[in-house]
């Protein structure tokens, strides 16, 4: 399986075993948008578009949104892409699971930092 799918998944699965989770959350996924994977792995072709296809995306998001904090307040998961030093529209899969409104471009280490500073803050700022 590609990295970039395993990544997602994995990550999903550590967020929904979080036994107190916190009303905000955020899976930041940073890649350089490139798909490793063994010829065959995925009948759909590039991995990802075949997550995207199968609705996991969309699946990640609503049963991580589902859960409650342990003082009974509504969970809101979000997930960020961040391409980093190539260009988005080459790999649209990515930015189709997160949702285009959520997919950052860093072109170089500053700018990475920025950007995943900014969507921190932007997540600690909803929680007042």
């Given at each position: 399986m590609d990295r970039i799918v395993s990544s997602i998944i994995k990550s999903a699965q550590y967020?929904?075993?979080?036994?107190?989770?916190?009303?905000?959350?955020?899976?930041v996924i940073l890649s350089d948008g490139i798909d490793n994977v063994e010829r065959g792995t995925f009948a759909n072709g590039v991995p990802t578009t075949s997550l995207v296809r199968a609705g996991m995306c969309d699946v990640i998001r609503e049963k991580l949104n589902a859960r409650k904090?342990?003082?009974?307040?509504?969970?809101?998961?979000?997930m960020a892409f961040v391409g980093f030093d190539y260009?988005?529209?080459?790999n649209k899969a990515l930015s189709d699971c997160v949702g285009r409104e959520n997919v950052y471009d860093a072109a170089d280490p500053d700018e990475l930092l920025d950007i995943i500073l900014n969507l921190i803050s932007e997540e600690i700022g909803h929680l007042k």
């Open positions: 967020f929904e075993r979080l036994d107190s989770p916190n009303p905000r959350q955020l899976m904090t342990a003082d009974d307040r509504p969970v809101n998961f979000q260009r988005i529209q080459d």
